[in-house]
């Protein structure tokens, strides 16, 4: 069984915020896991003690899990929000802040099979604000 209302948040800030990220692929990963098992920790708690106010498990797992949860849930309402204004920025800049963030970004943080992608993606920004 999965809480899909519970994993909803959690697919927005894997997809928004820790993909983009310039880690390597195990650790965003390993983070990706950690936060789906704390999207569905209430899912977990209710099957095996019947309740959420009632838990099974140890005090600092329980506000592990709620801080983990309440990291998840503060990510995504902040990427959507930034999605939201960043749509609603477009017709007046022309442009979205998130294109600009990418373009102005060092090349430094991209791994190297990306360099020529980054370059031309920087040329292209450089061309599009002159």
Do not use: Y
């Not at 894997?14 to 983070?31: G, H, N, T």
């Amino acid at each position: 069984m999965f809480h899909l209302i519970f994993g909803i948040p959690w697919l927005v800030v894997v997809v928004r915020f820790i993909q983009p990220l310039p880690w390597i692929w195990s650790a965003k990963a390993s983070l990706a896991m950690l936060l789906l098992v704390a999207s569905q920790f209430h899912l977990v708690s209710r099957l095996s003690s019947g309740s959420v106010f009632d838990p099974e498990f140890s005090r600092p797992l329980v506000i592990a899990f709620n801080v983990l949860f309440g990291a998840i849930v503060l990510l995504a309402v902040s990427q959507i929000a930034l999605d939201v204004v960043s749509l609603a920025i477009i017709p007046f800049k022309g442009a979205s802040p998130l294109r600009r963030q990418v373009c102005d970004m060092p090349s430094a943080f991209w791994p190297l099979a990306f360099q020529r992608t980054v370059s031309t993606r920087q040329s292209e920004c450089h061309r599009s604000t002159t």
